[in-house]
Each structure stands twice: as C-alpha cells, then as structure tokens.
C-alpha cells in the first residue's frame, strides 16, 4: 500500500517505519527542515531502542521517503496518518491547529478518495472537525479515521510491531477493509484490531491514558501513606498486585509521571469534561497528586540539609522522563532541577541519552558529565530521577569515594534499603521504610 504520514516525531517516525517494515512505500512529511535532511541522510532523529536498524533497512530499500512538500507526499498515497502534536492550549484542552491547518490544506490537494487517519490524541468530536476542514476545498469521496496509537516510548518499535490491540473508529466499510488490510501483518497472534465508531475511538485514548495515570497517583499516595504510617510500599505492591483484577504493572511508586502523553492527555480528558458540564473529580485528584509527587524529594533532601541549600551540589542520575528514551517533555528531573536551583544549590547531571535535549531547553542551568560517576565529583549528595537500567546496580565504593556524603535520595526506588544501608549510606526513596 501507499501511505503517508504526516509529522515526523516520536509517534511518526516509529509508524512510518514500521508500516515500511511490511512492505509498503511510506512518505513522511514534516515541516522541520532540518528534520527531515537529516531523515534522508540516514541519521536517526529520536532514540528509540530497535528503531534505526528498521529506519536505515526500509531508507536503503527505499520504501522510507522523507520530504517537507506535503502535496508532493501524499498524492500518490491513497492513506494519510495525521502524526502532529496536539499540545495543551492556554485552558488546558488539545491546541488542534496543526491537524486541522494540515486537514484543510489536504482539502486544497486532494484529487481522489483517500482515507485521511487521526493516529494523534484527539478530543471526542475531532473526526468530524477534520472531516468538515477537507470539505471547505474538496467536493469528492474520502473518511476519516480515528486510530489512536497505544504505543509507549522506550518500546515503541516493540508495541507498534506487536500492539495489545489495534483500535480503529470508523463508520465507513471502504475504511475499515482498508484498514484491516494494513494491520493484518501486525495482528498475526491474534490480538484484536477493535473497530467501532469514531467518538468512542477518540475516548479510548483518552480512557486509557488517564486510567494509568490515575494508577500511578493512587500508587504515590499509598506510598505517602507508607511513609506516615511506617509501613513498606514494596509490600503493599506485592500483596495487591498479584490480585488479578489489580495486576502487578504500573504499581511503582515514583516522583511523578510525565512525558508528553499523561500529563497533556489527563488536562485534555477534564477541559473536555467540562466542556459538557461534568465535573471529573477523580482526574483533578489524579492531577493534584502528581504536580506535589514532583517533588516530593525535595523535603527530605531540605531536612538532611538542615534547610539550607546554598551552595550545596548535587549529583543528579537521569533526565529523561523514564527510560529508554531521550524524551524530556514533563520530566520530574527538570522540575527538581528548577527547586534545587531556586534555594541556591548547583547540579551536576548524567543521563546516557537526553542530555541533549535538556540542554537545548536549559542551556548552562546546571553541568553535564561524560558518564554517571563523574557526576558525582565534589557533589554533596546523589539523587536519582529515572530508572535506567545502569543505574541500579552501580560501583558502591566509587560513590562513597567521591560523594562529599554518604547521602541518596532515589525516586525510582532502585536500590534494597536494607543493603544500601548496610553500606552506611543515608538512603531515601519513596513509600518505604528507608532511614532508622
Ligand atoms: N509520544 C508518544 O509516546 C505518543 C504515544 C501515543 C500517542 N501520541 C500522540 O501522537 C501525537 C504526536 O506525538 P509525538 O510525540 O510524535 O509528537 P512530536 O512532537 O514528537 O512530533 C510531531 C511532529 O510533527 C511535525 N509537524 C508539526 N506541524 C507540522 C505540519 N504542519 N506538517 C508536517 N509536520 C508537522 C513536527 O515538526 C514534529 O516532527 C500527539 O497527539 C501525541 O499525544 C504520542
């Protein structure tokens, strides 16, 4: 088939090569210039475990095009995935002027049927808007779908390839074959591609991101909870989520979610709410949580510091807002650098991929160093922001050597405390019982 797909990050990319990977001729458009070169020149613009090898195979075979003329993109492309941002507005709801400005602009190309697909996080009710933006320039046959992308960052080559489900909002029969044919190949073990109506495929995004996020906000109070009452958040972990109506995954207690998904997606589900004059208190909850869950850190290191960080500084192990990827949007990690900075204390920060990205937003707010070890030179404590898998076994004795004190404030809960603290360490995590 002949597809193209408009916008190139995080979600663009990983779906355009994927669908290259099963032998169709993929088009992708950006606005981005230097994006879109450096596409072409077969450098990989995000990180994501697994995907370069499948972007240089489909680049060289050819069946991955990269191009800024969007007309050029799609005309021979019978469907077009929408992959824009759909970035909170000023009140909170989805800003649609990129799919909608993309939409009309499609109106004023389009020459036969094709089927135009909303891969973004959308609001209930976006079909219809994109829909009504093709009509006001094109008078021929063409759908719209609703096909909200599931896939999680630091795996998404992994969920695209083998989805949970596939969800596919469509009242139109010409749309769903299309459809079913371009995702038989990643159905194959028989996980379902779902259709149903556009609006509800809208919601089922948003259902899905707001349940997680409302998951991992309950876990954080618990394990607030766990801290006042001196109890163990592992424990509590482990005793519910064996229960098969609860599950074991997405129990981890943390300094809070972020990313560009749950934050921007929970607002968007509650501005829409309101919009129909319903009140959904348990998102505002889910909200409130997490914005304090932040920096929740930052009592416990005040406290060991005596309330007073001037001039101290801190080692910092992570950026990116979870592992496996570069990805830094709503990360905890700058939210505490932010508080740290503020009552005059200096940061030094490692993470093995986003320190890039972080530096194009803060510039020089705090140093970056070559690996995690050297972070730690003339800090006065370690803290940890994000779980990456290097972090959780580290060379103990080279952290007391270089540390000014034996001090470690964990928001990822990577390490035993019982053992941490066997090595002398003044340890701190989150919702377990980590200093006598
Ligand atoms: N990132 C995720 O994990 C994830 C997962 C599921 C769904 N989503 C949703 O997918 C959508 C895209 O997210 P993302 O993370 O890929 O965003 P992104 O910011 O990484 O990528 C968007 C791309 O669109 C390009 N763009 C902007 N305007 C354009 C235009 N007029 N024409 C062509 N290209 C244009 C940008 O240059 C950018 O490359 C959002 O709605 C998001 O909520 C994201």
């Not at 300094?255 to 319903?278: H, R």
């Amino acid at each position: 088939m002949k597809i193209a797909v408009v916008g190139t990050g995080y979600v663009g990319l990983v779906t355009g090569t994927c669908f290259a990977e099963t032998g169709n001729t993929v088009i992708c458009v950006d606005i981005d210039i230097n994006k879109v070169n450096k596409l072409k020149n077969g450098e990989i613009t995000i990180y994501e475990p697994g995907l370069e090898k499948l972007f240089l195979r489909n680049l060289k075979e050819e069946r991955l095009q990269f191009t800024t003329d969007l007309a050029a993109g799609v005309q021979d492309a019978e469907i077009i995935f929408l992959a824009l941002p759909t970035p909170p507005g000023e009140d909170g709801s989805a800003d649609l002027k990129y799919i909608l400005g993309v939409a009309e602009d499609l109106g004023k190309i389009m020459t036969d049927y094709k089927v135009l697909i909303d891969k973004s996080t959308v609001p209930v009710g976006t079909a219809e808007k994109v829909h009504a933006a093709v009509r006001k320039n094109f008078k021929g046959e063409f759908d719209v779908v609703s096909n909200p992308e599931f896939l999680r960052e630091g795996v998404a080559v992994d969920d695209f390839m083998k989805p949970d489900r596939v969800v596919i909002g469509t009242n139109s029969d010409r749309a769903r074959k299309l459809m079913g044919d371009l995702y038989a190949p990643f159905v194959r073990q028989g996980n379902p591609v779902i259709f149903m109506d556009e609006r509800s495929a809208e919601l089922t995004k948003y259902a899905a991101n707001s349940f997680l996020a409302t998951k991992i906000s309950f876990m954080n109070e618990i394990a607030r909870l766990c801290e006042l009452l001196n109890a163990d958040v592992d424990m509590v972990r482990r005793g519910i989520g064996s229960d098969e109506r609860i599950g074991k995954r997405f129990l981890f207690p943390g300094i809070g979610y972020g990313g560009s998904c749950f934050p921007k997606d929970v607002q968007a589900l509650v501005k829409s709410s309101t919009e129909v004059n319903y009140e959904f208190k348990i998102l505002e909850a889910v909200m409130d949580v997490n914005e304090a869950q932040k920096l929740h850190l930052m009592p416990k290191i005040k406290s060991y510091f005596k309330d007073n960080l001037k001039g101290k500084h801190f080692a910092l192990w992570g950026l990116a807002f979870k592992p496996n990827t570069d990805d830094i949007r709503e990360a905890p990690a700058l939210y505490m650098i932010d508080a740290l900075v503020e009552a005059g204390a200096t940061v030094s920060a490692f993470d093995p991929e986003a320190m890039p990205n972080v530096k194009k937003v803060i510039g020089d707010k705090i140093t970056y160093t070559e690996n995690q070890y050297a972070a730690l030179q003339n800090a006065d404590a370690l803290i940890i922001a994000t779980e990456w898998n290097e972090f959780r076994t580290p060379d103990f004795l080279k952290i007391v050597s270089t540390l000014k004190n034996k001090a470690i404030f964990d928001g990822r809960n990577l390490f035993d405390v019982a053992a941490i603290r066997d090595l002398g360490f003044h340890y701190e995590s989150v919702g377990r019982i980590s200093v006598k």
